[in-house]
């Protein structure tokens, strides 16, 4: 029977590089591996998706192609999980548009975009059919609980119009994918900066897990957001879910600001040289 863990506890890799032995204890909130470039930040977690992918989401503890993962609670089988790479790099295939309806797609955020409207719509519909549940409710308190679901949407959506207003643009709160507007022309995703769309992928995934225990993986998050972007992004990501495990490399201080300093580990404090 499969057992979701709540968190991460702990990766090794036995031989990164062929050369360095990593052994990394985590916390449950928030992670950050720094260092200087070349010193294997992005590879641990690469290597460490690398073992949830081989697994489609679902990974047993213990070993596999070198790489150890344990969860908080030894009896669980699994825990869901979201990546966030942080380059806008144009998609591969060509004329990629066909093949996505009418959407338009010519970079990966711009699919990665896509994609998140989709989940963000059933997250829409999972959080109404829970409020007309809990409002037929005979107890008072939930439905009293019905009232507050749609809270984090708001939350949602108030952090991005304070977000992007230096702008002037405001999110359409009346419909149910993502569209803004500008000086009262209606714009959708794909008109944003590369900085405008990197920020809402990272507020809309972690919208769309719905205040579940998941883990984020962010691989310099920094990239094309605004300093003032970086030192927020860590508490706004816990305030729209307070169950998400991030764990992010980065070599920016801003994103450590803000009271993150104690949840930085240092790749070296973590590497072990192989002895030949």
């Given at each position: ?111 990665l975009l896509y994609q ?111 300093i003032e972007w970086q ?31 104690d949840a930085v580990t ?11």
């Amino acid at each position: 029977m499969e057992k979701q863990a709540h968190y991460i506890k702990h990766i090794e890799i036995d031989a990164l590089w062929g050369r360095l032995r990593i052994d990394w204890e985590l916390r449950p909130d928030v992670n950050i591996l720094s260092g200087i470039n070349g010193m294997g930040k992005s590879t641990i977690l690469r290597h460490s998706v690398d073992q949830l992918d081989r697994l489609s989401g679902k990974i047993r503890n213990g070993n596999t192609f070198g790489v150890h993962i344990t969860f908080d609670d030894p009896e669980a089988t699994y825990i869901p999980y979201d990546v966030i790479r942080s380059y806008d790099r144009p998609l591969p295939v060509g004329d990629f548009t066909t093949r996505v309806e009418d959407a338009i797609i010519r970079s990966e955020l711009d699919w990665l975009l896509y994609q998140l409207q989709r989940r963000y719509l059933d997250y829409q519909v999972n959080v109404a059919n829970r409020m007309i549940e809990l409002l037929h409710s005979p107890d008072e308190e939930e439905r009293i609980q019905a009232t507050q679901l749609s809270r984090q949407k708001q939350r949602f959506q108030d952090l991005v119009d304070e977000l992007f207003g230096y702008t002037g643009k405001t999110i359409d709160r009346k419909r149910n994918d993502i569209a803004f507007y500008q000086n009262g022309e209606l714009l959708c995703p794909d008109k944003l900066s590369s900085g405008e769309k990197q920020m809402l992928v990272i507020l809309l995934t972690v919208l769309v897990q719905d205040g579940k225990h998941t883990v984020l993986f962010m691989d310099e998050p920094e990239a094309s957001l605004h300093i003032e972007w970086q030192q927020r992004l860590i508490s706004m990501l816990r305030e729209l879910n307070p169950n998400v495990q991030l764990i992010v490399s980065t070599h920016s201080p801003a994103v450590i600001m803000e009271g993150w300093l104690d949840a930085v580990t240092e790749v070296s404090d973590i590497s072990t040289p192989i002895e030949a």
